[in-house]
């Protein structure tokens, strides 16, 4: 898992990734702790390279309108 976050994140990607924890935990009727705890820890692991690249991609359409701006 974390070396496909080390790569440029993918906004689709991590959404997909996060929708199949999220659909694991729900088909479950019992839940192996152990494996809970690690698809807890990568959809966390997801959700912090989602929130950074959120960030960039901000920060790109920013740079964008200025441009646009000084035109």
Same mark, same amino acid.
């Given at each position: 898992?974390? =070396? !496909?976050?080390?790569?440029? $994140?993918? %906004?689709?990607? *991590?959404?997909?990734?996060?929708?199949? +924890?999220?659909?694991?935990?729900?088909?479950? =009727? !019992?839940?192996?702790?152990? $494996?809970? %705890?690690?698809? *807890?820890?990568?959809?966390?692991?997801? +959700?912090?390279?989602?929130?950074?690249?959120?960030? !960039?991609?901000?920060?790109?359409?920013?740079?964008?309108?200025?441009?646009?701006?000084?035109?």
């Amino acid at each position: 898992m974390k =070396e !496909e976050i080390k790569k440029k $994140v993918n %906004l689709t990607e *991590v959404l997909k990734c996060l929708e199949e +924890i999220t659909n694991w935990f729900d088909s479950q =009727e !019992e839940v192996d702790v152990e $494996v809970g %705890l690690k698809k *807890v820890k990568d959809g966390a692991i997801l +959700i912090k390279a989602g929130k950074a690249r959120l960030k !960039e991609v901000e920060n790109e359409f920013e740079d964008i309108k200025k441009a646009l701006e000084t035109e």
